[in-house]
């Protein structure tokens, strides 16, 4: 048996994987398998109830909004209080595009309103106007030394933070989380969420290992990302920083 194990509950991963994110699990699956550390990945669908002392991970990607109305219902009336247990109680809730927006308090899409599970203090509000797409780079000092995150963008909502919420990094270049605000994202104990696609993970090896080490307890040994980090670089070029870190 190995000595660490990192294990992820999927949330509603046949409906909300739009843009491919199912590759961020593949990601981390490969680079705990790598190492000799345990990876289990337990789907949860609509109806599943979940149990917050089960899983250290628990993953949410995007999806089209009609798909995203029904996974919100069904996270209010199922999961909504075994999440808020698992953020509080160690565990982490990374949501992704449209997961991001369901981890607030609502998404507005004109005269309805899609519940949000409350996790952290933000709204989202649809504008029809014109979305914001494009390459994206936001810098995140997660561990207190400032790193790129690379990726991309799709989104026609604009999400609003509370006063009182961090965002998870500041914009380099693209749009964030209003196109106007000049962050992205949102970070709290236990709580992340991002607009960047990409898959994000496969483009920032050091932060599917960020997220190893924090959901495990452990020090990811190195790998040669030879790889992960041409993928990196290409994803700063696209995005006009060049190719350093």
Not at 23 to 29: A, E, H, V
Not at 120 to 136: E, K, Q
């Amino acid at each position: 048996m190995p000595e660490a194990v990192l294990r992820v509950c999927a949330l509603y991963p046949d409906l909300m994987n739009i843009y491919a994110d199912r590759g961020n699990l593949l990601m981390l699956q490969r680079r705990c398998e790598w190492r000799g550390i345990g990876f289990e990945l337990t789907p949860a669908g609509l109806g599943d109830a979940v149990d917050p002392a089960a899983h250290d991970l628990f993953y949410l990607g995007g999806g089209q909004d009609r798909d995203q109305a029904l996974c919100a219902q069904d996270l209010v009336e199922t999961k909504r209080d075994a999440l808020h247990a698992a953020a509080d109680g160690g565990g982490l809730v990374l949501g992704i595009c449209g997961g991001f927006q369901l981890l607030g308090h609502a998404y507005e899409l004109g005269d309805e309103e899609i519940p949000g599970l409350g996790l952290v203090d933000l709204r989202t509000v649809r504008v029809d106007s014109h979305r914001l797409v494009g390459n994206v780079a936001i810098e995140v000092a997660l561990d207190g030394v400032p790193r790129v995150l690379a990726g991309f963008e799709n989104h026609g909502g604009r999400t609003h933070l509370g006063p009182a919420e961090r965002p998870l990094g500041k914009v380099l270049r693209g749009h964030g989380n209003t196109g106007e605000s000049g962050f992205e994202g949102v970070v709290r104990d236990g709580v992340i969420g991002t607009y960047l696609h990409g898959p994000l993970l496969p483009k920032n090896a050091w932060f599917a290992d960020w997220l190893i080490a924090r959901c495990t307890g452990t020090q990811p040994a190195p790998l040669d990302d030879a790889f992960e980090n041409a993928a990196h670089a290409e994803a700063r070029r696209a995005a006009g920083l060049g190719t350093g870190r």
